[in-house]
């Protein structure tokens, strides 16, 4: 997680320089105390009064007009991690031949902080040999690098070269602050609402976003696991992770159920339906018609069905969506299915409930257990739950 960690974030003279804005903001929305340097080629695109805006104290773009007479040591020896967007073929070349010439080429060679370096230039320079020979010594030397994207670049031209999203910079950064203690486990993650078709347009269907499942999957996937991400979600998902994209609870459990011998950690965090229609009309029933009867019938229980097929070992998750006596309610449900854990949330309450970017819980674990998780994001609500994760399996 980025709550508490300094984070310096490098802007260098590139028409992508715009989206450090953007970048700054995310790493502050997610905790992160930002300190942005620009290189004097930076400032030409985007101006240190606007990042300062943004970030957590002023922007700094020099070696010798600031207050501190050797600024670049306090930088790199205070960062937790450098983040470098966008990265140019100059910064890529100069920080692979160890030359200091401005404050952020200088911080760079002053840390021991983890560094990230995030590319943007035209297709051609991105694919120089020069260029790939600075990105291959950079990454033997541990530097990670956010690959750029395919998309439109400066001139109105296409190809490689485009700075990645802002959204997929902060997962790297996250990433690589995150402990590995996940490291060689096989997380299997299921998120999102399910819909139960009556007919071709219509469907049964709850609130859920999918939002906390998918955080749990990149916060697992940060801390090392190989992911499988069931979901009914079209939310994105970060690089790296498995995904199967369903609909039904029937699809949710067919996937699940062929999943889950494989997996070392289970994490059922998806709504899924409890009931569906017993019938599915073939064409769109019409309103001159009158409303139809809907019978319906019980979907599987995966949790229940996970748990009792499970391997010695495995570590089972479950969630408790409710509104009201929710540690009790979801007490029972732990004891019944046969989880190690359940999060419980009330998603009536303000902030807490379905598609908000934020998440109350409480984790309680079978062996009598309990964590209070206060209201945050659903990220850290879901580094919570891996944190319990982890115990158990130390246990």
């Not at 992160?32 to 930076?42: C, I, K, Q, R, S």
């Not at 999943?259 to 950690?265: E, G, P």
């Not at 479950?318 to 998603?347: M, P, Q, R």
Request: proline share 4%; glycine share 10%.
């Amino acid at each position: 997680m980025l709550a508490g960690r300094r984070v310096l974030v490098g802007v260098c003279g590139g028409i992508a320089a715009y989206k450090a804005v953007e970048l700054c903001r995310r790493l502050v929305d997610a905790g992160a105390h930002v300190v942005p340097v620009l290189t004097e080629d930076g400032a030409r695109f985007v101006g240190p009064v606007t990042l300062s805006s943004v970030a957590s104290q002023k922007a700094m773009t020099s070696l010798w007009d600031e207050d501190d007479p050797i600024p670049h040591t306090r930088l790199g020896q205070s960062a937790d991690v450098i983040v470098v967007a966008p990265a140019t073929a100059r910064l890529l070349g100069s920080y692979a031949a160890g030359i200091s010439d401005d404050l952020l080429t200088a911080t760079l060679l002053a840390t021991r902080a983890p560094v990230v370096v995030c590319p943007a230039m035209h297709t051609e320079m991105w694919e120089h040999p020069a260029v790939r020979h600075n990105v291959s010594v950079l990454r033997a030397r541990g530097v990670h690098v956010v690959h750029p994207a395919v998309g439109r670049l400066a001139g109105g031209d296409e190809g490689t070269g485009r700075l990645a999203e802002a959204a997929d910079i902060v997962e790297a950064v996250t990433a690589v602050l995150a402990p590995k203690d996940l490291a060689g486990l096989h997380v299997l993650v299921t998120a999102g609402g399910t819909r139960e078709p009556i007919d071709p347009v219509r469907f049964l269907g709850n609130r859920s976003s999918g939002k906390q499942g998918h955080a749990l999957a990149a916060e697992a996937h940060a801390r090392g696991a190989t992911v499988t991400l069931v979901t009914a979600s079209r939310l994105a998902v970060p690089g790296g992770i498995d995904v199967i994209r369903i609909d039904t609870a029937a699809d949710m459990a067919r996937e699940v159920l062929q999943r889950c011998d494989a997996a070392d950690v289970i994490v059922l965090a998806a709504a899924v339906a409890d009931f569906r229609p017993k019938a599915v009309a073939d064409q769109k029933l019409p309103k001159a018609d009158g409303v139809p009867d809907v019978i319906l019938e019980p979907t599987t229980d995966i949790a229940a069905a996970v748990g009792g097929r499970r391997r010695t070992g495995q570590i089972l998750v479950g969630f408790a969506a409710e509104t009201e006596d929710v540690v009790a309610h979801a007490g029972s449900k732990l004891a019944a299915k046969g989880l190690d854990l359940i999060v419980a949330n009330d998603v009536s309450a303000a902030g807490a409930g379905f598609d908000t970017d934020t998440n109350a819980a409480v984790i309680l674990g079978a062996d009598g257990s309990r964590t209070d998780v206060a209201l945050t994001t659903k990220r850290a609500v879901a580094a919570a739950v891996l944190d319990a994760v982890a115990r158990r399996r130390a246990e």
